[in-house]
Every structure is written in C-alpha cells, then in structure tokens.
C-alpha cells in the first residue's frame, strides 16, 4: 500500500511486481485490483453545488460511427465539481450507453439533489428530475467549445494521459472501473501535503472492504 500511494502517479502491476521482487506477474495484478476496490470508500458523499457533467471515450479510432455511436471503445461519465475557478471532487463511471436512463442514474448516484448541474445540450439530458439542470444550447461540435464545460474536460484530458502514462494504455474494458476508481481517489486527494495520509486512508477503507480473492475478480487473460 504504502508503495502505490507514495508515487504521485501510482505504480502498474508489472511495476510493482519489479519492486517488491515478486516471482509473478499473476500476485501483483490481483493486489493491485484488491487496493483498487478498497479506494472507493463505503458511503461516501456525494458532489454538491455546481457539478459538471460529460461523457468521454476510452479505446481506439472507430470509423463509420455517428454522434456518440460506438462500437468497441468504453464510454465513461465524468463528474467533476466547482470550487471556485478550480476543481473540487470527482466521480467516473463506467457506462454501458449514452441513453437517458444510465446518464441519470449515474447523476443521481454522484450528485446531491437540489445542485445545480451543467451539462451539453444531448438530449438525454433533459427532464432531469430534482436538480438545477443548466444545458448548454451549443452542440459539442461547435468550435471552442470546451470552455462550456473546463473541469469535467480537465479531468478527462488527465485521466487518458495517466491511463497511457502509467498503464501504457493497457486498460481491459472488463477491469476500467477499478482503475477509475484509483484515478478518483489520487485526483480527490491530490491536495494532500502528507502521501503518508493517503497511505492511512487506503489502509483504513481496505478494512472495510469484503476480502476478493484473484477468482472473483472475474475474467482475465493474463
């Protein structure tokens, strides 16, 4: 724990297997997956205030595809709160489609009700029910239109570049979550003047977490 807290920008299975001199790869995979699902912590807040929410993209170029059509990448809500001009928490999901019904659970799951809700102008955001929902009337392709929502494509922009950094992009759709999840828990703490409060953290919420064992971490082809 204490060697995947302490470097800013976490360690890769095969990196950790190399430090602590471990004979196979298979060890260092699945702890590395156990401490990633100890990093979501069991009731924690949900955002509040002025939240932005977008969705990004995880995978390969895709031809013949339209609007938010995909048929192999990963999509991912992105939740990202306002603290002033900065960026306050975050939350990342996992999402199986773009259609109303996942965009507002995924809102309703990481958002308090009652807080105001910034959003592009896709149709299956409307008729939020129970938030201040503030759509944008420009379209995603309207030139220079990131400044409508600067956090939440902020955090995707840092997001893809440690998932290509530290992972080598070496992402299976089927575990994206969990590194989600490490990505969540470094980007809310990245404040922190002391990597040893990280390091109490993980171990405090690892306690609280049901045991997982390399079989239930479900398919993998390592």
């Known amino acids: 724990m204490w060697q995947i807290t302490s470097q800013k920008n976490g360690v890769s299975a ?18 590395m997956h156990k401490l990633r699902r100890a990093m979501v912590r069991p ?17 390969g170029e895709e031809e013949d595809v339209r609007g938010r059509q995909t048929y192999d990448k990963a999509l991912i809500a992105v939740a990202a709160e306002a603290d002033g001009t900065k960026i306050g ?3 990342l999901r996992h999402i199986p489609d773009c259609t109303r019904k996942t965009l507002h659970g995924f809102i309703t799951e990481a958002i ?5 809700v910034q959003t592009d102008g896709w149709q299956a955001y409307r008729e939020l029910q129970g938030y201040v929902h503030q759509p944008s009337i420009q379209s995603r392709s309207t030139p220079g239109q990131s400044h409508l929502l600067p956090r939440v494509h902020r ?10 950094g530290t992972h080598q992009g070496a992402i299976s759709s ?9 990505f969540t ?13 990280l390091f109490y953290r993980l171990a405090q919420q690892a306690v609280q977490t049901s045991p997982t064992t390399y079989d239930n971490l479900g398919n993998h082809n390592l």
């Open 14 to 31: 095969i990196g950790l297997q190399r430090v602590l001199g471990l004979g196979s790869y298979k060890t260092a995979w699945t702890v």
């Open 43 to 59: 009731g924690r807040e949900r955002l509040r205030g002025i939240v932005e929410v977008d969705e990004a993209y995880w995978g």
């Open 89 to 91: 928490r975050i939350r």
């Open 112 to 116: 308090e009700p009652a807080s105001t």
């Open 155 to 164: 955090v995707i922009s840092l997001l893809k570049r440690w998932l290509m």
């Open 174 to 182: 089927a575990y994206l979550q969990d590194y989600l999840d490490e």
């Open 185 to 197: 828990f470094r980007f809310n703490r990245r404040t922190s003047s002391s990597r040893g409060k």
